[in-house]
T-cell receptor
Framework: KQEVTQIPAALSVPEGENLVLNCSFT??????LQWFRQDPGKGLTSLLL?????REQTSGRLNASLDKSSGRSTLYIAASQPGDSATYLC??????????FGTGTRLQVTL | DGGITQSPKYLFRKEGQNVTLSCEQN?????MYWYRQDPGQGLRLIYY???????QKGDIAEGYSVSREKKESFPLTVTSAQKNPTAFYLC????????????FGSGTRLTVV
C-alpha cells in the first residue's frame, strides 16, 4: 500500500527566505506526482504536476523535483512571501489511477 | 471559466438524517472523485467514477453512496449509517489517462448537530 510522508509537518520562515518542502513515497510505481496548496477552510489548488518520466517542473517562484527511484520529491519556494502561507500537500497517482496524499506541511511566512 | 462547483459550502445534519452533497464540473472530465478530509489524517478516498453509470468504492465507502447519471455531476449522499460524518468533503475530477492531474472543488463542511 502506498504511503506518502511530508516533512516537516510545520514550518515558519521570515519573508524573503528560500525554502524546501519534502515529500517521500514508499512505492515508486507511480504515474505522476502533484503538489497542491490549501488555504484554511478552502479546497485544493494545483501548483505543479510532474510526470514519472520528468525530473522537475517550474512555475514562477516554485520548482518541484522528482526522484522516482528513491521515492522523493521536493518543492522549492524562492523568495517566500506572506501570501505563500498555507498548507502544502503532495500526492502521487499510482495503480488504478488512485491518488494518495501526504498529510501536508503547514507553512507560515512572517513579516 | 471551467471548474468544479460544490454546494452547499456548509451543511448541518441531524442524527439519523441522510444528506446529499452536490458536485458539478464543466471541464468535460470523465473521472470524478470524492475525498474526506479530517484534521491530522490527510485526504481519504470515499468513492470514484471513471465513466458515467459506473463507480467504485474507495478506502472509506461505508456509510456513503453515490450516483453518476450525468458526466458533469457526481453527488455524494452521507447516510445515517455513517457514524462520524463531521468532516470537510472535497470533490475532484480529471481527464482519463495517467498523464493528467486532478482539479478540486472548494469543499463542503458537514457538521452533525
Amino acid at each position: 500500500k502506498q504511503e506518502v510522508t511530508q516533512i516537516p509537518a510545520a514550518l515558519s520562515v521570515p519573508e524573503g527566505e528560500n525554502l524546501v518542502l519534502n515529500c517521500s513515497f514508499t512505492d515508486s510505481a507511480i504515474y505522476n506526482l502533484q503538489w497542491f496548496r490549501q488555504d484554511p477552510g478552502k479546497g485544493l489548488t494545483s501548483l505543479l504536476l510532474i510526470q514519472s518520466s520528468q525530473r522537475e517542473q517550474t512555475s514562477g517562484r516554485l520548482n518541484a523535483s522528482l526522484d522516482k527511484s528513491s521515492g522523493r520529491s521536493t518543492l522549492y519556494i524562492a523568495a517566500s512571501q506572506p501570501g505563500d502561507s498555507a498548507t502544502y500537500l503532495c500526492a502521487v497517482t499510482g495503480t488504478a489511477s488512485k491518488l494518495t496524499f501526504g498529510t501536508g506541511t503547514r507553512l507560515q511566512v512572517t513579516l | 471559466d471551467g471548474g468544479i462547483t460544490q454546494s452547499p459550502k456548509y451543511l448541518f445534519r441531524k442524527e439519523g438524517q441522510n444528506v446529499t452533497l452536490s458536485c458539478e464540473q464543466n471541464l468535460n472530465h470523465d473521472a470524478m472523485y470524492w475525498y474526506r478530509q479530517d484534521p491530522g489524517q490527510g485526504l481519504r478516498l470515499i468513492y470514484y467514477s471513471q465513466i458515467v453509470n459506473d463507480f467504485q468504492k474507495g478506502d472509506i465507502a461505508e456509510g456513503y453512496s453515490v450516483s453518476r447519471e450525468k458526466k458533469e455531476s457526481f453527488p455524494l449522499t452521507v447516510t445515517s449509517a455513517q457514524k462520524n460524518p463531521t468532516a470537510f468533503y472535497l470533490c475532484a475530477s480529471r481527464e482519463s489517462g495517467t498523464n493528467y492531474g486532478y482539479t478540486f472543488g472548494s469543499g463542503t463542511r458537514l457538521t452533525v448537530v
